[in-house]
C-alpha cells in the first residue's frame, strides 16, 4: 500500500484533489505495492487511477497529461525490507545501546539499491522481486557480494539459505542489468585465494558487473571482536596488489580499471593512493572509494577569495592523515589558511575512523576550544536529512552553541561559495 504524504500545489495531483493521506490504490487495474509500481506505472502518458480518500471514499480518475509533466504528489516512505543476514561484522550490531530505533534497523532492500545506491545482497529476493526487477531493468544495482563461493558467503553472511550469488548476477546480466558489487574484506575468510576467486568470478560475468570495491571491514567497540578482526598491514598491502593486478587487466580489455580498493584499504596498507585517473567516474565515491581524490577535483573548481579568513576542517581519523593533501590545494585556490581538527569517534570508538560517522557532540567539543576560527567545516556525511547526528544532537544545537559559524561540508566546493564572513 502506498499513500501521498504531501501534494504540490499548482500541480496536476492538486487539480484532481488529492490530498495527504490518500491511498493510491491501483493503475489500469494493477495493484500498486510501493514507490516502484507508482514511479513505472504511472509514466504513461494517460492511465486511469483507482485512489481511496482519507475518508474511505474511492474515486477512479482518467488521467490524460502532457509528456513529462509530473503529477505532483510525494509519497510516504516505504517500509524497509530487513535484512536475513546476521554478519559478524554487521555495523549495526556494532552500535551502541540507547540510541533511536531506526539506527539498529538492518536494511537489504534490493528497492534502495536501485534508488539510492543502497548495498544489498540480494538474498530475500522471492521470485515476484525477481520478476519486477527485470521487468522494471531495474540498473544499476549495488549488491553487496563479499564471496562467491557459495559456502564462504553463507558463513560470512551467517545465513543457511543465502542463494549462489553469481547465478544470480548471471541471471540480471543477461536481461542488461548492471550492477556495482562490494566485498567487506574480513581477514582469514575471504581474503587470499577467495578474494582473487571472487574477483575473478565477478570479472568472468563481463560487463555488466561494473565495478567491485574491497573494503576493509570495520569495527567498533561493541562489534563481535571475539569472531571478526581488522586485517593487518600486510593483509591489505596484499589485498591492494591483487586489486591492482585486475585493475591493469581491466585496463588493457575494458578500457577502465573496473576493480578498486577504498582509501580506507589503502591507508591501512601505507600504500599512497591511487592517481585521481585511476577510479575512472568515481563510481563508488559513497563507499569510500577515491574519497581524496574526488575532493582534490572538487577543490581545483573553487574560485573564491578567502584571505584572512581562518577556517577549520573537522574531520575523523581515517582522513587526517590524508587531509593534507586536499589543504594545500584548498589554500591555493582560496587564499584562506585551515586548521586540520581530527576529532576521535567517542561515540563508537577510536577503531570507527571514518568522518561520517562522527557524533555531533564530539565536533561540538572539539568546536568550543577554537573561538579564533571564523568559520568551522564539518563532515555532511555525519548529518542526516533532517539535520541529526548519529547521538541525535542537531545541527542547530550546533549553530546555537559554537562559537564560530559552523557550516556541513561534502567536498567544500558545497561551502565556501558564498563567501563566509567574519564573526
Known amino acids: 500500500m502506498i499513500r501521498i504524504q504531501h501534494v ?6 492538486a487539480d484532481l484533489g488529492l490530498v495527504p493521506g490518500t491511498e493510491l490504490v491501483s493503475i489500469d487495474g494493477r495493484a500498486l505495492e510501493d514507490f516502484l509500481d507508482w514511479e513505472f506505472l504511472a509514466a504513461d502518458d494517460r492511465f486511469v487511477l483507482l485512489a481511496r480518500f482519507p475518508d474511505g471514499e474511492s474515486v477512479e480518475f482518467d488521467i490524460e497529461r502532457p509528456e513529462g509533466l509530473p503529477l505532483g504528489v510525494e509519497l510516504e516512505p516505504p517500509r524497509v525490507r530487513r535484512c536475513a543476514n546476521r554478519c559478524d561484522f554487521c555495523f549495526v550490531d556494532g552500535n551502541p545501546s540507547g540510541m533511536r530505533e531506526a539506527l539498529y534497523v538492518r536494511d537489504d532492500d534490493y528497492r534502495l539499491s536501485f534508488r539510492y545506491g543502497n548495498f544489498a545482497t540480494l538474498t530475500n529476493l522471492k521470485q515476484k522481486d525477481v520478476d519486477r526487477i527485470l521487468e522494471y531493468r531495474l540498473s544499476p544495482l549495488y549488491v553487496s ?24 548476477l548471471r541471471q540480471f546480466a543477461e536481461a542488461g542489468i548492471e550492477c556495482h558489487t562490494q566485498i567487506v574484506l574480513q581477514p582469514g575468510v575471504n581474503d587470499g585465494p577467495v578474494l582473487e576467486a571472487s574477483l575473478e568470478d565477478l570479472y568472468g560475468i563481463g560487463s555488466p558487473v561494473l565495478s567491485v570495491s574491497v573494503v576493509p571491514v570495520g569495527l567498533t567497540e561493541f562489534s563481535k571482536h571475539h569472531l571478526v578482526r581488522e586485517p593487518t598491514v600486510g593483509e591489505c598491502r ?8 585486475f585493475a591493469a587487466r581491466a585496463r588493457r580489455e575494458r578500457g577502465y580499471h573496473w576493480a578498486y580498493g577504498a582509501d580506507e584499504l589503502y591507508l591501512r596498507a601505507d600504500v599512497a593512493l591511487p592517481a585521481e585517473d585511476r577510479y575512472d567516474g568515481f563510481e ?15 577543490v581545483r573548481q573553487l574560485d573564491v577569495d578567502l584571505r584572512d579568513v581562518r577556517i577549520g576542517i573537522l574531520t575523523g581519523l581515517a582522513m587526517g ?4 593533501q586536499v589543504v594545500d590545494l584548498l589554500k591555493v585556490r582560496t587564499g584562506a589558511s585551515f586548521d586540520v581538527i581530527v576529532v576521535r569517534n567517542d561515540l563508537f570508538g577510536p577503531s570507527v575512523t571514518t568522518a561520517g560517522l562522527l557524533p555531533g557532540r564530539a565536533l561540538l567539543v ?33 549553530h546555537d552553541a559554537a562559537p564560530m559559524e559552523v557550516r556541513p561540508s561534502i567536498d567544500f566546493l558545497d561551502a565556501l561559495e558564498p563567501h563566509p564572513s567574519r564573526t
Request: aromatic share 2%; proline share 10%; net charge negative.
Open 8 to 13: 504540490h500545489p499548482d500541480s496536476l495531483a
Open 145 to 168: 557480494v563479499h564471496a562467491t563461493d557459495p559456502v564462504v558467503r553463507r558463513r560470512l553472511l551467517r545465513n543457511p539459505r543465502a542463494p549462489a550469488i553469481v547465478p544470480q
Open 238 to 245: 596484499d589485498a591492494v596488489a591483487l586489486l591492482e593486478r
Open 284 to 298: 563508488q565515491l559513497e563507499n569510500g572509494v577515491g574519497a581524496v581524490r574526488h575532493l582534490q577535483r572538487r
Open 321 to 324: 592523515p590524508l587531509m593534507p
Open 366 to 398: 572539539a568546536l568550543q576550544d577554537r573561538p579564533e576560527l571564523d568559520l568551522a567545516l564539518i563532515p555532511g556525511e555525519a548529518v542526516s536529512d533532517l539535520g541529526i547526528f548519529m547521538d541525535d544532537l542537531s545541527l542547530a544545537d550546533i
